[in-house]
């Protein structure tokens, strides 16, 4: 994670955006052309995984303008970025960017409540999407901020109820992962699992694992598609 700045911009009038690329060699050409083609584009932070943008833009709500983030993340993909600040109330626009076709993740991205999905090698549609989304505008398609808070908000999805915490336990035992397993890739004692998995039941209202495994694999299927 750094910080990246576009030298001679306003800093008045500078859209501020937190950029969203796991890959490197990737990144570094999408900052160039970006600020070339938007001179007055600041990018305030990049990331490359989706949970460190989660938590900056839920700690920063009014350092960013808007999120770009790629599609395909080490971690949680970008949709599953989208969900987690809409659930957690964010109001931050967020566009989507993919080397892959749009269909691939366009259902999700509009799950999720992106503000638009275009093709990363676009830079003048992303551009005018920057543009757009600055004046308030999402891509034709897409729901605002505010109605993507309020339609998950109002979503029946079991795992609205389950904490980040929580959803990591599920999905290290989506991956075959028993509480020894998963309790040294969160580095805590065993024990505070089972409490976790006991805590997952209950919030799920399931009588084990298994079927907390099956509705949490349903869940990331709606977001993820690799």
């Avoid at 950029?19 to 305030?44: F, H």
């Avoid at 600040?85 to 409540?113: C, D, F, K, Q, W």
């Avoid at 915490?165 to 580095?187: C, F, M, P």
Wanted: glycine residues 6%.
């Amino acid at each position: 994670m750094g910080t990246e700045q576009t030298k001679g911009a306003s800093t008045s009038a500078a859209v501020c955006i937190a950029l969203v690329e796991n890959d490197v060699l990737a990144r570094k050409p999408l900052e160039y052309l970006l600020t070339r083609v938007m001179p007055d584009l600041r990018i305030v932070e990049t990331f490359t995984n989706g949970v460190d943008a989660i938590q900056y833009c839920l700690q920063h709500r009014r350092s960013t303008d808007i999120l770009l983030t790629d599609m395909h993340l080490g971690d949680v993909d970008g949709p599953a970025v989208a969900w987690r600040l809409r659930r957690a109330g964010s109001m931050l626009p967020i566009l989507g960017i993919t080397s892959l076709p749009l269909e691939h993740y366009h259902n999700a991205a509009v799950a999720a409540g992106l503000q638009g999905l275009l093709p990363k090698s676009n830079i003048a549609q992303i551009v005018a999407a920057l543009r757009d989304l600055q004046q308030g505008k999402p891509c034709t398609g897409y729901e605002s901020p505010a109605m993507a808070v309020a339609r998950i908000s109002r979503s029946s999805s079991p795992m609205r109820a389950l904490t980040d915490t929580q959803a990591k336990v599920l999905e290290l035992a989506a991956d075959g992962y028993d509480s020894n397993g998963i309790a040294r890739q969160l580095h805590c004692a065993p024990s505070t699992v089972r409490k976790h998995k006991q805590n997952i039941l209950a919030r799920l209202n399931v009588p084990t694992i298994q079927e907390a495994v099956v509705q949490w694999t349903r869940f990331q299927h709606m977001f993820n598609f690799d």
